[in-house]
């Protein structure tokens, strides 16, 4: 039986204020559901600040290790959006005002009444090659160019900006998840069981995660998360009656993150 196809994603966040903590990155967890369904894998994500050679350097490490690169941020009219000259700048092409990205902008701004300043123009500057990704929030394009996608930062933008994505993307196996709750027990009470499974389904990757749970009368509840993924569904349904079976030989009781029990 084949392999099957593993795709890839690269996120390249970028911004200061996402490393000075002012705002607080959603578009990771937003990029990577959206992938998910369509068989593409996050696997590498990266912060860098407003700097040109740190996005030039971070992009060109993502795109060549990556099957795609998702940026966000960095495409408005201000003068410290600088992705889109950096983009251009790690593809070796020009960038200018382009006649179909304006023409996209005029008509936006014309349709909201709202003057079309100099500024706003650079919102049409696009790397040559490229080809624009539709904003159906306000107006202003983002672009692909190669295997890297460049969409705004603004959380509810690049979602928008997403949905002109997908059909440029082959995606490849999915990977399906299936979590095991043992409330109660701590990871070190099964970490050694957890080992032995793992070194024995190199099919199937598996992680644990504690958590707490304050309870109504403070006092805190503990326990631990098992999660299995795997793109072998048959695998991952045996590696899921194993974790529950590794609770139970701990004294717990397995349940199933939907609460079903077995």
Same mark, same amino acid.
């Given at each position: 039986?084949?392999?099957?196809?593993?795709? =890839?994603? #690269?996120?390249?966040?970028?911004?200061?204020?996402?490393?000075?903590?002012? +705002?607080?990155?959603? /578009?990771?967890?937003?990029?990577?559901?959206?992938?998910?369904?369509?068989?593409?894998?996050?696997?590498?994500?990266?912060?860098?600040?407003?700097?040109?050679?740190?996005?030039?350097?971070?992009? /060109?490490?993502?795109? +060549?290790?990556?099957?795609?690169?998702?940026? &966000?941020?960095?495409? #408005?009219?201000?003068?410290?959006?600088? &992705?889109?000259?950096?983009?251009?700048?790690?593809?070796?092409?020009?960038?200018?005002?382009?006649?179909?990205?304006?023409?996209?902008?005029?008509?936006?701004?014309?349709?909201?009444?709202?003057?079309?300043?100099?500024?706003?123009?650079?919102?049409?500057?696009?790397?040559?090659?490229?080809?624009?990704? =539709? /904003?159906?929030? +306000?107006?202003?394009?983002? !672009?692909?160019?190669? *295997?890297?996608?460049?969409?705004?930062?603004?959380?509810?933008?690049?979602?928008?900006?997403?949905?002109?994505?997908?059909?440029?993307?082959?995606? #490849?196996?999915? &990977?399906?998840?299936? &979590?095991?709750?043992?409330?109660?027990?701590?990871?070190?009470?099964?970490?050694?069981?957890?080992?032995?499974?793992?070194? %024995?389904?190199?099919?199937?990757?598996?992680?644990?995660?504690?958590? !707490?749970?304050? =309870?109504?009368?403070?006092?805190?509840?503990?326990? =631990?998360?098992?999660?299995?993924?795997? +793109?072998?569904? #048959?695998?991952? *349904?045996?590696?899921?009656?194993?974790?529950?079976?590794?609770?139970?030989?701990?004294? %717990?009781?397995?349940?199933?993150?939907?609460?079903?029990?077995?």
């Amino acid at each position: 039986m084949a392999k099957p196809k593993r795709v =890839t994603a #690269g996120v390249l966040l970028i911004g200061d204020e996402l490393l000075s903590g002012r +705002t607080r990155d959603v /578009n990771l967890q937003e990029i990577a559901t959206f992938l998910a369904p369509l068989g593409i894998a996050v696997a590498e994500a990266r912060i860098v600040s407003d700097e040109a050679d740190r996005i030039v350097m971070a992009l /060109n490490a993502l795109r +060549t290790s990556c099957t795609y690169v998702f940026t &966000t941020g960095g495409i #408005g009219p201000t003068h410290d959006d600088i &992705t889109a000259d950096a983009v251009a700048a790690a593809f070796g092409v020009s960038i200018d005002v382009r006649d179909d990205a304006l023409a996209v902008i005029e008509d936006w701004y014309s349709r909201s009444k709202t003057p079309l300043t100099e500024s706003r123009k650079r919102m049409a500057r696009i790397p040559d090659g490229a080809s624009l990704v =539709t /904003n159906p929030v +306000t107006g202003a394009p983002g !672009f692909q160019i190669g *295997n890297v996608f460049v969409m705004a930062g603004v959380p509810k933008i690049m979602r928008g900006m997403l949905e002109d994505v997908a059909h440029r993307l082959e995606g #490849g196996a999915v &990977t399906h998840a299936i &979590t095991v709750s043992a409330g109660g027990l701590r990871e070190g009470d099964l970490a050694e069981a957890l080992r032995t499974l793992q070194a %024995g389904t190199l099919e199937v990757s598996i992680g644990s995660y504690p958590f !707490f749970i304050e =309870t109504r009368d403070g006092a805190p509840r503990r326990g =631990t998360n098992l999660v299995a993924r795997s +793109t072998d569904q #048959g695998a991952l *349904n045996s590696a899921g009656e194993a974790l529950m079976q590794i609770v139970r030989d701990a004294g %717990g009781e397995p349940v199933l993150e939907d609460g079903a029990k077995r």
